[in-house]
């Protein structure tokens, strides 16, 4: 990080719409005004400890109780000192003896159309036979497991058996490579892997065992692999290594009582990419992350018993870990799960499975949005979605155009929307609107959860007026924080606690405005610099985004002699032909909506953007591409290479 990039960002972003939450959802919210958030953050912010030790003695089930709240030896944190519990138990075992017992858990929905519902007692017995399966092949508490699996309710269920053992978990994603595979099991140093013949996507096979046997042969710490059966693909099954999941299942007791584990236990390995090549293995433990992501899930998705709630997540992003998996069953609700693609068989899949399953709250990525605008609002228009009554988002700044097309197009006007800020690091939620109390303003995450203290400084640990940008940083421990990077202490340290003194570095800039809301203004890194202004890539995007003609685009620096930097940038248009006038047009409506500083000097039209397998921009990527450089960096988390191709052809 060079230490320029520590100076002050300058907003040039005007946004003035506020929406209040609907006096109908404030009158059922659990927490139902501002004043109500500001005596609950304020608590939360006078002791912290106290506020954190009351939920978790009632809100977890303890076989020992903890002796002390945290213990923060900086930057290591320890969280319930010498208590015992156990994830899987909290998820599971405790709403067995109340009304939730039948209550649905998993609602879930394969891509080929094909249904399955999972109450809390099913789930808990299968989790159990799994957890005695995981035993059966050797694995004990503190061994790494391996999952590389499509989005099926087994994926959930071999997760929860981990913790109910206290194998730690490391998912990854089914879509990445088998080199990758093996980087992760070997950082990890894996036991087990757990995988699936293949999944579904687009109506295709994708063949996830065969996959895994490439990256078995580079993961030399893995001695066994369970296969489920779900597509019915030709496998190759290894003699003495491969077991199939339905066969070791049928021999398995359903008695299988959860280890107490001590607080600090570790629960899961996440690998995340970082600035260079090798991604980082984030460390999640047990009780902290527990009660972070279930109060988080309860607070910011307002959740009620009766609600079916639907992250459109994948298990193997930290978004799936928590408020698919972990958040929502520690609080007892019905979840919706998806195997597959958006626009499989057609574009409307999403809306029809929330008319079908009447849906009450949604929670996506702008990505995502940003895509359903470019089908064409057709899609949406076919189906009832008056089962809505919250909408969220997470994963990258909304631009508040596409915010006011959620808000009117799929919440019909009367769904309050939670911009979620976080991180893989956090565990979970940091900033965010409480549906019931925020009023909110399109591309604003407003404001932090009750316990999160948050500041946005300058390179000296300073902070910096309202409405000018600065390093987000956060001040103080929560019980969700990652404890570590797997294996890399240094790094640990390095990356996020060398910067700003005592303050937790987030790598993302932002801004507070004059009512205390706090909007992201991208990655440090992803700063433009154009003559002595510092300028944020995501309120360029907004301000292109604002014109009818384009659904999407990413704005790069590209050295300048003059200016330092000039701007760069690369637009997806909805159904508008490029042309020249065009170009002309969207300088000229940059410059109107934010001022000539921020008008574009270079515009290039592109049918897609290089994003990662997240679906974030790599705005790297566009960064060698508009300066002209050859080699690109590292492009394995790339979702579809052909893009950058196209990208590259596009030039001269
Ligand atoms: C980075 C973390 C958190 C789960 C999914 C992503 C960006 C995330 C927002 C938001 C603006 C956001 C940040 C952050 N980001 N949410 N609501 N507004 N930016 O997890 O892959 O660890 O990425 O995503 O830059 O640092 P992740």
């Given at each position: 990080?060079?230490?320029?990039?520590?100076?002050?960002?300058?907003?040039?972003m005007q946004e003035?719409r506020?929406?209040?939450?609907?006096?109908?959802?404030?009158?059922?919210?659990?927490?139902?005004?501002?004043?109500?958030?500001?005596?609950?953050?304020?608590?939360?912010?006078?002791?912290?400890?106290?506020?954190?030790?009351?939920?978790?003695?009632?809100?977890?089930?303890?076989?020992?109780?903890?002796?002390?709240?945290?213990?923060?030896?900086?930057?290591?944190?320890?969280?319930?000192?010498?208590?015992?519990?156990?994830?899987?138990?909290?998820?599971?075992?405790?709403?067995?003896?109340?009304?939730?017992?039948?209550?649905?858990?998993?609602?879930?929905?394969?891509?080929?159309?094909?249904?399955?519902?999972?109450?809390?007692?099913?789930?808990?017995?299968?989790?159990?036979?799994?957890?005695?399966?995981?035993?059966?092949?050797?694995?004990?508490?503190?061994?790494?497991?391996?999952?590389?699996?499509?989005?099926?309710?087994?994926?959930?269920?071999?997760?929860?058996?981990?913790?109910?053992?206290?194998?730690?978990?490391?998912?990854?994603?089914?879509?990445?490579?088998?080199?990758?595979?093996?980087?992760?099991?070997?950082?990890?140093?894996?036991?087990?892997?757990?995988?699936?013949?293949?999944?579904?996507?687009?109506?295709?096979?994708?063949?996830?065992?065969?996959?895994?046997?490439?990256?078995?042969?580079?993961?030399?710490?893995?001695?066994?692999?369970?296969?489920?059966?779900?597509?019915?693909?030709?496998?190759?099954?290894?003699?003495?290594?491969?077991?199939?999941?339905?066969?070791?299942?049928?021999?398995?007791?359903?008695?299988?009582?959860?280890?107490?584990?001590?607080?600090?236990?570790?629960?899961?390995?996440?690998?995340?990419?970082?600035?260079?090549?090798?991604?980082?293995?984030?460390?999640?433990?047990?009780?902290?992350?527990?009660?972070?992501?279930?109060?988080?899930?309860?607070?910011?998705?307002?959740?009620?018993?009766?609600?079916?709630?639907?992250?459109?997540?994948?298990?193997?992003?930290?978004?799936?870990?928590?408020?698919?998996?972990?958040?929502?069953?520690?609080?007892?609700?019905?979840?919706?799960?998806?195997?597959?693609?958006?626009?499989?068989?057609?574009?409307?899949?999403?809306?029809?499975?929330?008319?079908?399953?009447?849906?009450?709250?949604?929670?996506?990525?702008p990505?995502?949005i940003r895509?359903f605008i470019k089908?064409?609002d057709?899609?949406?228009?076919?189906?009832?979605?008056?089962?809505?009554?919250?909408?969220?988002t997470?994963?990258?700044g909304i631009n508040p155009e596409a915010w006011m097309w959620y808000h009117e197009k799929?919440?019909?006007?009367?769904?309050?929307i939670?911009d979620?800020?976080?991180?893989?690091?956090?565990?979970?939620?940091?900033?965010?609107?409480?549906?019931?109390?925020?009023?909110?303003k399109p591309g604003?995450?407003?404001?932090?959860?009750?316990?999160?203290?948050?500041?946005?400084?300058?390179?000296?640990?300073?902070?910096?007026?309202?409405?000018?940008?600065?390093?987000?940083?956060?001040?103080?421990?929560?019980?969700?924080?990652?404890?570590?990077?797997?294996?890399?202490?240094?790094?640990?340290?390095?990356?996020?606690?060398?910067?700003?003194?005592?303050?937790?570095?987030?790598?993302?800039?932002?801004?507070?405005?004059?009512?205390?809301?706090?909007?992201?203004?991208?990655?440090?890194?992803?700063?433009?610099?154009?003559?002595?202004?510092?300028?944020?890539?995501i309120e360029v995007e907004s301000a292109l985004v604002s014109h009818e003609a384009v659904a999407e685009a990413?704005?790069?620096?590209?050295?300048?002699?003059?200016?330092?930097?000039?701007?760069?940038?690369?637009v997806v248009?909805k159904?508008?032909?490029?042309?020249?006038?065009?170009?002309?047009?969207l300088?000229?409506h940059v410059?109107?909506e934010i001022?000539?500083?921020?008008?574009?000097?270079?515009?290039?039209?592109?049918?897609?953007?290089?994003?990662?397998?997240?679906?974030?921009?790599?705005?790297?990527?566009?960064?060698?591409?508009?300066?002209?450089?050859?080699?690109?960096?590292?492009?394995?988390?790339?979702?579809?290479?052909?893009?950058?191709?196209?990208?590259?052809?596009?030039?001269?």
């Amino acid at each position: 990080m060079n230490e320029t990039a520590g100076g002050q960002i300058d907003t040039v972003m005007q946004e003035a719409r506020v929406f209040p939450p609907p006096p109908e959802f404030s009158a059922q919210a659990r927490i139902k005004s501002l004043e109500e958030y500001r005596a609950i953050y304020d608590r939360a912010k006078r002791d912290p400890e106290s506020f954190w030790a009351e939920f978790a003695r009632e809100e977890l089930h303890w076989f020992e109780p903890f002796t002390k709240v945290l213990e923060w030896n900086e930057p290591y944190a320890n969280w319930f000192v010498g208590g015992k519990t156990n994830v899987s138990y909290n998820c599971l075992d405790r709403h067995l003896e109340t009304a939730r017992r039948h209550k649905a858990a998993l609602v879930w929905e394969g891509e080929p159309g094909d249904q399955r519902t999972l109450t809390y007692a099913q789930l808990h017995r299968e989790v159990c036979r799994f957890a005695n399966v995981l035993k059966e092949l050797g694995v004990g508490a503190g061994d790494r497991v391996s999952i590389y699996m499509p989005m099926v309710p087994e994926l959930a269920i071999a997760m929860l058996a981990c913790a109910r053992i206290g194998a730690v978990h490391s998912v990854i994603f089914a879509g990445f490579s088998a080199e990758a595979i093996a980087d992760r099991n070997h950082d990890a140093e894996a036991k087990l892997q757990i995988t699936a013949d293949g999944g579904w996507r687009r109506g295709k096979v994708l063949p996830l065992k065969a996959t895994v046997d490439e990256a078995l042969e580079k993961s030399p710490t893995v001695q066994k692999c369970i296969v489920l059966r779900r597509v019915g693909n030709e496998v190759s099954m290894k003699e003495g290594r491969d077991y199939w999941w339905h066969e070791l299942m049928d021999q398995a007791s359903a008695d299988c009582p959860a280890e107490p584990l001590d607080s600090e236990h570790p629960l899961f390995i996440l690998y995340t990419s970082g600035s260079t090549g090798k991604p980082k293995g984030i460390r999640h433990t047990t009780a902290g992350y527990n009660l972070y992501v279930k109060k988080t899930f309860e607070w910011v998705f307002d959740y009620r018993d009766e609600d079916l709630f639907w992250c459109t997540a994948d298990c193997g992003w930290i978004t799936g870990h928590s408020y698919i998996v972990y958040g929502p069953l520690s609080a007892g609700a019905s979840v919706m799960m998806y195997e597959g693609a958006p626009n499989w068989p057609a574009e409307d899949r999403f809306w029809r499975i929330i008319e079908q399953y009447g849906v009450n709250t949604l929670y996506t990525a702008p990505t995502a949005i940003r895509a359903f605008i470019k089908w064409g609002d057709e899609h949406v228009e076919k189906h009832d979605l008056s089962s809505l009554r919250l909408l969220g988002t997470v994963g990258e700044g909304i631009n508040p155009e596409a915010w006011m097309w959620y808000h009117e197009k799929i919440g019909g006007g009367r769904c309050p929307i939670v911009d979620t800020w976080w991180q893989t690091e956090t565990g979970g939620i940091m900033m965010s609107p409480l549906p019931g109390a925020t009023p909110t303003k399109p591309g604003s995450c407003t404001k932090p959860l009750p316990g999160i203290l948050p500041r946005i400084v300058d390179a000296h640990g300073n902070d910096v007026p309202v409405n000018q940008g600065g390093w987000l940083v956060i001040a103080h421990p929560w019980p969700g924080m990652l404890r570590g990077i797997w294996g890399d202490d240094e790094r640990y340290v390095e990356q996020y606690w060398s910067q700003v003194p005592r303050c937790y570095l987030t790598g993302d800039n932002a801004r507070i405005d004059e009512d205390g809301y706090y909007w992201i203004m991208g990655r440090i890194d992803d700063v433009i610099n154009v003559s002595g202004h510092r300028l944020s890539t995501i309120e360029v995007e907004s301000a292109l985004v604002s014109h009818e003609a384009v659904a999407e685009a990413a704005a790069v620096g590209r050295p300048d002699e003059i200016k330092g930097q000039a701007i760069a940038v690369f637009v997806v248009l909805k159904d508008a032909e490029p042309s020249d006038e065009l170009r002309n047009e969207l300088r000229q409506h940059v410059r109107k909506e934010i001022g000539a500083l921020a008008q574009p000097d270079d515009i290039r039209f592109t049918n897609a953007l290089p994003k990662t397998r997240s679906g974030k921009i790599m705005r790297r990527l566009l960064r060698d591409i508009a300066s002209g450089k050859e080699t690109v960096g590292d492009t394995s988390t790339l979702e579809d290479y052909t893009v950058l191709a196209k990208l590259r052809g596009d030039e001269e």
